[in-house]
């Protein structure tokens, strides 16, 4: 039964995509409290996935969903909203299913000034170099399965047999391992139709079983090998799901902007507008800095010196009289 679930939409449910597009504000507080609010409209069935959650059990946040009709469609909106007086925050990690991401805030003061940094770190799907064919596929906008998922399925099963094995790996269990790699590999890449990916669909247990059998395993091993499956598959799901999700973050910080790698401003906002395509390799860090000069320390600095220039040039005045 495990195996079956490991594989059950493989081939068809990635190649359906909904659309959502999520919205995240913040606002930086110069009392070092930051202002949040995160908004997803689109299809129930998007917005209500696994692929991006909103931040959850944070006391004194609020969270709200309504259906809104236009016209004959339903649109979903979730709203997340609160105060986060930690200056970091992990809301979800980066090797779990749901995209992970994490705040950052650090506040230096001097004297004159006081600087605020800012990042959102969010956790890369390391699409671009675990599965490079699916890479290519996302970016042409080209996601025919029998394309990549040969690729998918073979990279699946050898993080399985990873895990299964990763505390007790020997040369000849890498060896070992690396042959049914090459093995999978190449049964995989034979598959030509649709009609090859229904059949695994249908006989998962028996595929698995029948392509090992060359290799003599262990009779348990197919279905400890879907249990190891699972997580990386709902990551890969995960990852797939976000194909149609766009992101859009505005930031207000205190004071004058002196850094920032943002897409676009307006005015005192810094706006990042991004999606699927940011994600495919490693974290994806948005950055800005900001500084709020004490201009009342600052004034009285320039009063004191230009007191002090006056009085040295009268004593000077005053010895050469």
């Known amino acids: 039964m495990?195996?079956?679930?490991?594989?059950l939409y493989l081939p068809i449910i990635f190649m359906v995509f909904?659309?959502?597009?999520?919205?995240?504000?913040?606002?930086?507080?110069?009392?070092?409290?930051?202002?949040?609010?995160?908004e997803s409209r689109g299809d129930s069935s998007d917005v209500f996935d696994q692929d991006f959650l909103h931040p959850k059990n944070i006391l004194g946040w609020n969270s709200l969903s309504k259906m809104v009709k236009k016209g004959a469609e339903n649109n979903w909106y979730l709203i997340t909203e609160g105060i986060l007086?930690?200056?970091?925050?992990?809301?979800?990690?980066i090797d779990k299913a749901p995209l992970g991401y994490s705040f950052k805030k650090n506040i230096t003061k001097s004297w004159i000034s006081t600087k605020y940094d800012f990042k959102?770190?969010?956790?890369?799907?390391?699409?671009?170099?675990?599965?490079?064919?699916?890479?290519?596929?996302?970016?042409?906008?080209?996601?025919?399965?029998?394309?990549?998922?040969?690729?998918?399925?073979?990279?699946?099963?050898?993080?399985?047999?990873?895990?299964?094995?990763?505390?007790?790996?020997?040369?000849?269990?890498?060896?070992?391992?690396?042959?049914?790699?090459?093995?999978?590999r190449n049964s995989f890449a034979r598959m030509t139709r649709i009609e090859d990916l229904e059949y695994i669909q249908s006989n998962r247990e028996k595929f698995i079983t029948d392509l090992l059998k060359p290799f003599n395993?262990?009779?348990?091993?197919?279905?400890?090998?879907a249990?190891?499956?699972?997580?990386?598959?709902?990551?890969?799901?995960?990852?797939?799901?976000?194909?149609?999700?766009?992101?859009?973050?505005?930031?207000?910080?205190?004071?004058?902007?002196?850094?920032?790698?943002?897409?676009?401003?307006?005015?005192?906002?810094?706006?990042?507008?991004?999606?699927?395509?940011?994600?495919?390799?490693?974290?994806?860090t948005l950055?800005?800095?900001?500084i709020v000069y004490a201009i009342?320390?600052?004034?009285?600095?320039?009063?004191?010196?230009?007191?002090l220039l006056l009085l040295l040039i009268g004593n000077w005045l005053i010895k050469r009289s």
Request: charged share 25%; aromatic share 8%.
């Open 287 to 290: 950055r800005a800095r900001s």
């Open 2 to 7: 495990a195996l079956k679930k490991i594989m």
């Open 120 to 184: 959102l770190i969010f956790s890369g799907r390391r699409i671009k170099t675990e599965y490079p064919i699916l890479h290519e596929a996302i970016l042409s906008e080209k996601m025919d399965s029998l394309n990549w998922l040969p690729e998918a399925l073979t990279i699946l099963m050898h993080k399985g047999l990873e895990d299964i094995v990763q505390d007790s790996l020997t040369p000849e269990q890498s060896f070992r391992n690396k042959r049914l790699v090459n093995h999978m």
């Open 296 to 307: 009342d320390r600052m004034q009285n600095i320039l009063i004191s010196v230009g007191i």
């Open 18 to 38: 909904s659309c959502v597009e999520n919205r995240i504000y913040i606002h930086l507080h110069p009392d070092q409290q930051t202002y949040f609010k995160f």
């Open 217 to 225: 395993v262990n009779k348990d091993l197919p279905a400890n090998l």
């Open 85 to 93: 007086k930690d200056t970091s925050r992990v809301f979800f990690y």
């Open 227 to 284: 249990r190891h499956m699972e997580k990386h598959e709902q990551i890969l799901k995960s990852s797939i799901d976000l194909n149609d999700d766009s992101f859009l973050i505005k930031l207000l910080m205190p004071g004058q902007t002196i850094f920032t790698n943002a897409t676009s401003t307006k005015k005192d906002t810094l706006i990042w507008n991004f999606g699927l395509d940011s994600l495919l390799a490693d974290t994806y």
